[in-house]
């Protein structure tokens, strides 16, 4: 079992930035990627971002690519999400996924992870 608390949402203005932190605990040493989704109000849930252990490959969707950034402390087991130059459309709960999968193919795909976070809101304005 992995359990996953994200933290670091809140409100920002257009072009702002924020960092939400993901912190892992329980078998994370069996982990073979985590990663970052949203989901929007009405909207299906979507990749953002994911990083590989051990050898720490990243990802990332076109929509943040350039803007969002994924990196991890090891000693701290925790997963970050630095995200700049934010906009309207990125306003959605961003939730934070661990898979303790062998040969994870995609590391962008919901269905490879199985374990979630809560979620945690991030409202950028106009």
């Known amino acids: 079992q992995v359990q996953l608390a994200e933290s670091g949402g809140g409100l920002v203005q257009a072009g702002g930035s924020l960092r939400l932190s993901c912190a892992a605990s329980?078998?994370?040493?069996?982990?073979?990627?985590m990663g970052w989704f949203r989901q929007a109000p009405g909207k299906q849930r979507e990749s953002v971002a994911s990083?590989?252990?051990?050898?720490?490959?990243?990802y990332y969707s076109d929509s943040v690519k350039g803007r969002f950034t994924i990196s991890r402390d090891n000693a701290k087991n925790t997963v970050y999400l630095q995200m700049n130059s934010l906009k309207p459309e990125d306003t959605a709960v961003y939730y934070c996924?661990?898979?303790?999968?062998?040969?994870?193919?995609?590391?962008?795909?919901?269905?490879?992870?199985?374990?979630w976070g809560q979620g945690t809101q991030v409202t950028v304005s106009s």
């Open positions: 996924a661990a898979t303790l999968r062998i040969g994870v193919v995609a590391p962008l795909d919901p269905s490879e992870y199985n374990y």
């Open positions: 990083i590989r252990w051990p050898s720490g490959a990243t």
């Open positions: 329980g078998r994370t040493f069996s982990r073979s990627a």
